[in-house]
């Protein structure tokens, strides 16, 4: 199943791309991130069928096994993409959030765009390794 990461804004050079990047080289499973203009832009046809999965403050704080459960039931239904869309400064309308398959969030803090990328690529990498019985979920 791809892991397919949308994200409004550059990440550009910095701090948070390098995690990212570290995190996107790890991971077995395929993977793909697109990034759009702050506004506008045009998202590629997904692979279907297909989950969509927004990262929004009001979604569910999941544990990582509870995340990776959830990602290894979809891959076992047959889902050959996987969407992670983050959104830009004002988030998600509310058709947005009524058609995604999950709101996800990170705890209920705040946080900054491009940490929450980094972050996901981190969960996303930990939730593999957890559905590959790979130690790595246990550490840090």
């Known amino acids: 199943m791809l892991l397919h990461v949308i994200a409004r804004g550059k990440i550009a050079r910095s701090p948070e791309a390098e995690l990212v990047a570290r995190y996107e080289k790890r991971l077995t499973w395929p993977v793909k991130f697109t990034e759009l203009p702050e506004t506008g832009g045009r998202v590629p046809e997904p692979q279907s069928p297909y ?22 039931r979809w891959r076992d239904d047959g889902m050959r993409e996987c969407r992670f869309v983050l959104g830009a400064a004002d988030g998600h309308s509310e058709d947005e959030r009524r058609e995604a398959d999950l709101l996800l969030a990170f705890g209920s803090a705040t946080w900054p765009h491009l940490l929450a990328r980094a972050m996901l690529a981190e969960q996303l990498y930990r939730a593999t390794t957890i559905l590959a019985g790979h130690p790595y979920h246990r550490s840090g």
Not at 58 to 71: N, P, Q, T, V
């Open 51 to 72: 989950k969509t999965v927004l990262l929004d403050e009001r979604g569910k704080d999941l544990s990582s096994e509870e995340f990776a459960a959830i990602l290894g």
